[in-house]
């Protein structure tokens, strides 16, 4: 398996990827359909990322841009793997591949919003949360579901972190 950067041939395999992770009705999976069929087509051709590509196939991707608060730092937008590739390293793997490319801007720190911890459990974005955990990220804040700056109808917390 390779990682490399996203290329215009891959998003029809990131856009499935996505659809195929979507919520279902029994609370798994992580994608709500705005997510799959709109904001994941246009971020993935507006922000950088990576793909994990096993023998020509594309199995996860992964997209960064700049964060708001604090400025211009860079965030983590969409990260996926393929279901049938999960507990491999991949997701690992394409965020090591963000951290590097950040680092060649001097930015050592980097950011990515996800249900908190609280608001995930029970559903499979609790796994998210802990993912997130396991490869060094620590919580920086919560944004509270009431919140003007919040799109997502949910507590959200605001993962960070610092590398070298």
């Given at each position: ?9 891959d998003y029809d395999r990131i856009e ?33 990322g990576f793909v994990a590509d096993e ?87 919560v944004i509270k579901a009431d919140d ?17």
């Amino acid at each position: 398996m390779i990682i490399r950067p996203i290329e215009s041939r891959d998003y029809d395999r990131i856009e499935i990827i996505g659809k195929n992770l979507h919520n279902k009705e029994d609370g798994t999976g992580w994608f709500t359909e705005n997510a799959y069929q709109k904001c994941i087509p246009f971020d993935i051709r507006m922000h950088k990322g990576f793909v994990a590509d096993e023998e020509g196939a594309v199995v996860g991707f992964i997209t960064y841009s700049t964060y708001d608060l604090p400025q211009m730092t860079p965030f983590v937008s969409w990260i996926a793997v393929d279901i049938g590739h999960h507990r491999k390293g991949i997701g690992a793997k394409l965020l090591k591949s963000v951290e590097s490319e950040i680092l060649k801007t001097n930015v050592n720190v980097l950011f990515v919003e996800t249900p908190s911890e609280e608001a995930g459990i029970g559903c499979d974005y609790e796994k998210t949360y802990k993912f997130y955990l396991s490869v060094g990220f620590v919580l920086d804040r919560v944004i509270k579901a009431d919140d003007p700056h919040n799109y997502c109808g949910c507590d959200m917390a605001v993962l960070k972190k610092v590398f070298e």
